[in-house]
């Protein structure tokens, strides 16, 4: 079977990560999920989950540092564009997506493991973090998306068109109009990845309500975009150091939503890797 322009595109931003990255094909009842893992395979897991249409790939600017202290599992999000493949168990709604987590999480052979979601990614990790507290260990989210606030109205009437008639032109108009308040373009490669991604047939992204943020047990971060146009950043901020019992928020400067996490790779990776790194307090007798 010859290949599409995505595949193609895949496979170009595939070959931006470290070589000893592996492909993994971890089964599921909804179909086999494709995760990139890279890292000392005795290393504490992080599972990465990436924004809609974005694939786990576009993780290859943050895995080299991550994976130097951590075992990074990128994930090909079931239902969206990429290679996870949808077969077997219908998929339709938050049950079902976190019943998935549950068989790639037990597929990996992770008991526990720290969770950090971009975007789409970032409501996915809160929805399973407050369906199955106890295998997750600390919650990061990067710029979330309907978890604490709503979208801009401009946001959702921009987006529109690339719902309704998705072409890769409108797909990269969208991007563009979103990004380039940063004055700065993200990865090429991945680009024509983001905006063919729309064009894939058979697309189903689960959704559901506003999640019970203040019933997180564990702690997280928040890493918001300065100048994001899917949501208003101070607002956000705001409701998260108002609602997590265990919560921070950084704001990363000159970073726009889709820009992440592309964008300043390094400081994200360093506000990561030392709040992943922090040790829990010992509760005291």
């Not at 089964?27 to 974005?54: I, K, N, W």
């Not at 998705?166 to 680009?191: I, K, N, V, Y």
């Not at 901020?237 to 609602?243: D, G, L, N, Q």
Request: aromatic residues 8%.
């Amino acid at each position: 079977m010859s290949l599409t322009a995505f595949d193609l595109s895949y496979d170009q931003l595939r070959a931006r990560w470290p070589d000893s990255t592996e492909k993994l094909d971890v089964p599921t009842p909804y179909g086999p999920t494709r995760v990139h893992a890279y890292g000392p395979a005795d290393g504490s897991p992080l599972v990465l989950l990436p924004g809609g249409s974005a694939t786990g790939l576009v993780w290859f600017a943050n895995a080299p540092a991550l994976g130097r202290r951590r075992r990074v599992y990128a994930v090909d999000l079931m239902g969206d564009a990429g290679r996870t493949e949808r077969r077997g168990t219908p998929f339709r709604n938050a049950g079902d997506l976190t019943t998935w987590l549950d068989s790639l999480l037990d597929g990996l052979g992770l008991a526990r493991t720290d969770l950090c979601g971009h975007s789409y990614g970032a409501w996915i990790a809160v929805t399973y973090a407050l369906h199955a507290p106890q295998r997750v260990g600390r919650l990061a989210l990067v710029d979330p998306t309907q978890v604490f606030t709503g979208f801009r109205t401009n946001y959702l009437l921009r987006a529109l068109p690339t719902l309704l008639r998705p072409t890769e032109a409108r797909a990269r108009a969208f991007l563009t109009w979103e990004t380039e308040a940063a004055g700065t373009r993200p990865d090429e490669t991945w680009q024509r990845l983001y905006a063919l991604a729309s064009t894939v047939p058979g697309r189903k992204f689960i959704t559901g309500g506003r999640p019970r943020t203040a019933e997180l047990p564990m702690p997280v971060l928040i890493l918001l975009a300065e100048l994001s146009r899917a949501h208003h950043t101070a607002k956000v901020a705001e409701k998260a150091r108002r609602t997590l019992r265990h919560g921070e928020v950084a704001v990363l400067p000159g970073a726009t939503h889709h820009s992440l996490p592309l964008t300043a790779p390094d400081e994200l990776n360093d506000r990561l890797l030392d709040f992943l790194g922090r040790r829990e307090p010992t509760s005291s007798p």
